[in-house]
């Protein structure tokens, strides 16, 4: 079979592909074709540097032999089954990952996306409560199916008319750009005080949950300070409200710890997990305590689709907890966490144009700013850095209309990798503020 060209492929494209993607609309290259660790490669053979693991879900890196060895057994015994019964993998599945998750959480639902899962988690929590509103920070991202577009405040609502109602937002821990202009820790956590006002003020007397990532990836890779979540976790008790983590971009080991609630002691009603939770194939889960669920089936409740549950899904689902816990995938997070913001940190030493550096583990980012005092965000700075390093082989992502660059390198990523993006950075920095405004600043 002939190989297909870049030109013909686009030109399909353009008569036949849908083009409503997050950060690109235009039929342009790369189209990728192959991807082996922290690399992909387009079908001119040119080859990059993936520091956004795919859609944040080849964290474990591209095609890794544990996972697509389990797919290939899948593919010879059972790929899918009714999801009104049971089957083995599901189970086993189910089992594993309530051995990670944090204590308590060991009734899990898988579905296809993390959309679904939030959407699930959403539905459960309203049903348990009895409630309808839920609320979410102002930078936070869930997806964008109906439900979870609703909750997602970090951007694309535009043109959707009227969200579906119950929808609150509450002001996100963005301690950088404090929107209460306060500092922590002498602001004793006045974003959650003034949330919770103004929830109370608008609640017809039924809240149900609070959902919040618990590090804000797509939002700007925003870490709220020590002790919010605890803190959030106490004012929703108090409401009666379930707290709701969803740590699809920060859980299963990409933060240095298995979950990032970990790391603040906090064990929540549910959390939800995708994004790398398959390897590579999509699967996503909402896990909760046996408590929840019983009172919520014994209420009629059926969350399903057509593939829920299916074998082969959940076969990756096991491979994947494989390598996370086999290879010990949070010390790899962060062993490369260190390495890499170690490199960020020294670049903000060089460049005044980097106001922050900010995110643990494989998931790291910087601010970029038009100068350190009045903390202007330079949006036009961080589109050129983006396109320079993206012509020269290294892939990452833009968020908050290109002043904050994040950074997810797979946990198959060398020294020699790290290194090199790094470089290309200085590179990129270097050469687009020359071109700017003259020579940086040393």
Request: charged residues 20%; hydrophobic residues 40%.
């Amino acid at each position: 079979m002939a190989k297909d060209s870049e030109a013909d492929l686009l030109t399909r494209a353009r008569q036949y592909s849908f083009r409503a993607r997050m950060d690109k609309c235009e039929i342009a290259g790369p189209v990728f074709v192959s991807g082996q660790g922290s690399e992909v490669e387009d079908v001119t053979g040119k080859r990059w540097l993936d520091f956004n693991s795919g859609q944040m879900c080849a964290a474990l890196g591209h095609n890794h032999p544990t996972v697509t060895a389990a797919i290939k057994q899948a593919c010879d015994t059972l790929i899918h089954a009714h999801s009104s019964y049971f089957n083995v993998q599901e189970i086993r599945l189910a089992e594993r990952l309530a051995g990670v998750m944090p204590a308590g959480l060991q009734k899990s639902l898988f579905l296809q996306s993390g959309s679904d899962a939030n959407e699930a988690a959403v539905m459960i929590a309203r049903r348990y409560t009895g409630g309808y509103e839920v609320a979410s920070p102002h930078v936070s991202f869930h997806g964008m199916s109906d439900t979870a577009r609703s909750l997602t405040f970090a951007g694309w609502h535009g043109g959707h008319g009227p969200l579906p109602a119950g929808s609150y937002a509450m002001v996100a821990p963005y301690c950088y750009r404090c929107p209460l202009r306060q500092t922590f820790p002498a602001c004793n956590f006045a974003c959650l005080d003034t949330s919770f006002e103004l929830i109370d003020a608008q609640s017809t007397g039924r809240p149900a949950a609070v959902m919040t990532e618990p590090l804000f990836s797509a939002g700007g890779v925003i870490e709220p300070p020590p002790g919010w979540l605890k803190r959030l976790q106490e004012l929703c008790r108090e409401r009666g409200m379930l707290l709701i983590l969803d740590e699809e971009q920060t859980g299963l080991g990409k933060l240095g710890t298995m979950f990032a609630c970990d790391a603040e002691g906090v064990v929540p009603d549910m959390i939800t997990v995708a994004k790398h939770f398959g390897g590579g194939i999509s699967i996503s889960a909402v896990t909760t305590t046996a408590a929840i669920e019983e009172k919520v089936v014994a209420s009629g409740f059926i969350n399903t689709h057509s593939h829920s549950n299916d074998p082969l899904a959940c076969a990756a689902g096991i491979a994947s907890l494989d390598v996370i816990e086999g290879e010990d995938m949070p010390a790899k997070a962060r062993a490369i966490g260190a390495r890499f913001k170690g490199h960020l940190d020294a670049l903000a030493q060089r460049y005044e144009a980097i106001g922050d550096v900010r995110g643990r583990g494989l998931l790291l980012g910087i601010e970029l700013v038009e100068d350190r005092h009045s903390r202007k965000p330079a949006h036009a700075l961080g589109q050129a850095v983006s396109r320079y390093c993206f012509e020269r082989g290294l892939i990452f992502s833009q968020r908050r209309q290109g002043s904050v660059l994040r950074f997810v390198p797979p946990m198959s990523t060398t020294d020699e990798q790290l290194d090199r993006a790094a470089q290309l950075l200085d590179d990129a920095f270097r050469t687009t503020l020359a071109n700017q405004c003259g020579k940086p600043k040393a």
